[in-house]
């Protein structure tokens, strides 16, 4: 079955605490994305990479990290600098980046309650 | 910058009625439009894109919206809306910044279907 991982679908952190949110595809894309949404809010993007071992910030990467060391993979780990993490984040990925052509698909998602 | 604007938070509709949500583009150009998907919990999932030509986009689930370039719109419509269409809907539009090509998301209308 192709798709999107995300893991776990709840995590809950204490306050001050780093936490690492992961994504898996096997659908063989180039780019992926990690998003964040809030209740009455859109999606935000937060971090994207076009290719393997490269990643670019998005527009709310502050108290955020990325890597993108495999294909398959890129986690995203919330770091205590992030003045508000509580809030559900979406991973996605497309075969390449041009939106006329290049479809983005979501994974399910992880929602992130900080205590 | 480009921009997309949802004005309706909730739309309560009865199953086997039309439906029309809203989306206002702020965009130079012509842009790409997309409107997503979420069941609660969930990712997001495709229902249908405009990049150009025929102005009237169908997309899955019977759902089609429309191209107003005079009106700066892109609104979604079903003409007999079912009980699995409750969900939230997004409408995006891609953006272009330092080369790479983005989707801006509005913040979403939540619709509820009656019996």
């Known amino acids: 079955d192709g798709g999107i991982t995300q893991s776990p679908k709840y995590l809950f952190r204490k306050e001050g605490q780093n936490v690492t949110l992961s994504c898996e595809q096997n659908?063989?894309?180039?780019?992926m994305y990690w998003y964040r949404q809030d209740p009455g809010q859109g999606l935000r993007l937060i971090y994207y990479?076009?290719?393997?071992?490269?990643?670019q910030k998005g527009d709310i990467a502050e108290g955020y990290s990325v890597s993108r060391e495999k294909k398959e993979s890129f986690p995203l780990t919330v770091t205590s600098a992030q003045k508000n993490p509580t809030a559900f984040y979406l991973c996605?990925?497309?075969?390449?980046?041009?939106?006329?052509?290049?479809?983005?698909?979501f994974g399910p998602g992880t929602r992130l309650t900080v205590l | 910058a480009q921009s997309v604007t949802q004005p309706d938070i909730h739309i309560t509709v009865s199953e086997g009625a039309s439906l029309e949500l809203r989306c206002n583009y702020s965009?130079?150009?012509?842009?790409?439009l997309f409107w997503y998907v979420q069941s609660p919990g969930q990712g997001l999932q495709l229902l249908l894109k405009?990049?150009?030509?025929?102005?009237l986009v169908q997309g899955i689930k019977g759902f089609e919206a429309e191209f107003k370039r005079s009106q700066s719109s892109f609104n979604l419509r079903k003409p007999s809306v079912h009980w699995s269409d409750a969900a939230e809907y997004f409408c995006?539009?891609?953006?272009?910044?330092?080369?790479?090509?983005?989707?801006?998301f509005g913040t979403g209308t939540r619709l509820l279907v009656s019996p």
């Open positions: 996605a990925s497309s075969l390449g980046t041009s939106l006329s052509t290049d479809t983005q698909y």
């Open positions: 659908l063989n894309h180039d780019a």
């Open positions: 990479s076009q290719i393997v071992n490269d990643f």
């Open positions: 965009y130079g150009a012509t842009p790409y």
């Open positions: 405009y990049f150009s030509g025929d102005t």
């Open positions: 995006a539009v891609g953006a272009s910044a330092s080369g790479f090509q983005k989707l801006v």
